[in-house]
Every structure is written in C-alpha cells, then in structure tokens.
Nanobody, 116 residues
C-alpha cells in the first residue's frame, strides 16, 4: 500500500506564488509517473501537470509557463511550483502516483485559493 500526502496549499493574492509538495510512502513500490490534478467547486477534476520517471514533463495549456513540476526520486516526492497565480487557479489540488506495477494512488488534496 502507498500513502500519498499533499501539502503547501493556502490563500494567495493574484500574481503570487505557492509551492505544493506531494510525498509518497510505503514499502515495496517504485514510482512511474507523478501528476497533479485540480478540482474547482462544481467542476470535474482536471489534469494539471505530470512528470515521468525519466523526467519528461507535461503541462495543461492553462498552466504552461506559470507552473513547474519537479520531483525528487530519492524522496518519492513531487513538487508543483505555481507562479503568477490567477483566481481561476483556485481549486483543491490532488497528487496522483502511478507505480511501476501501474497501480494508482491519490492524496486527499490541498486547497489553493487565489483571492485579493
């Protein structure tokens, strides 16, 4: 079993920055892909960014150029640096971990609110 825990959310003014972290823990697993998703009130969960084991990164068009995903394989941790935040970035942000056995694990989410 893999536990996934996000942290780093909060309230930020438009134009500000936040850094989210997501740590995976457990035993007997290795990670393939780590991704961030978000879900705004009344909307479906949407993919934000992902990073593969080899380091290949992909971003949703809505965050490209403003968000940066990175990972520390030694710590089984993925980060999401979010800059130039906009009110429409307000959402609960979730981390998704896919292991090399293609098992899927989600965290509980962390709230990000962009408001003046």
């Amino acid at each position: 079993q893999v536990q996934v825990v996000e942290s780093g959310g909060g309230l930020v003014q438009p134009g500000g920055s936040l850094r989210l972290s997501c740590a995976a823990s457990g035993s007997g697993f290795s990670i393939n892909t780590m991704s961030w998703y978000r879900q705004a009130p009344g909307q479906q969960r949407e993919w934000v960014a992902g990073i593969a084991n080899g380091g290949t990164r992909n971003y949703a068009d809505s965050v490209k150029g403003r968000f940066t995903i990175s990972r520390d394989n030694a710590k089984n941790t993925v980060y999401l640096q979010m800059d130039d935040l906009k009110p429409e970035d307000t959402a609960v942000y979730y981390c998704r971990v896919i292991t090399n056995k293609l098992r899927n694990y989600w965290g509980q989410g962390t709230q990000v609110t962009i408001s003046s």
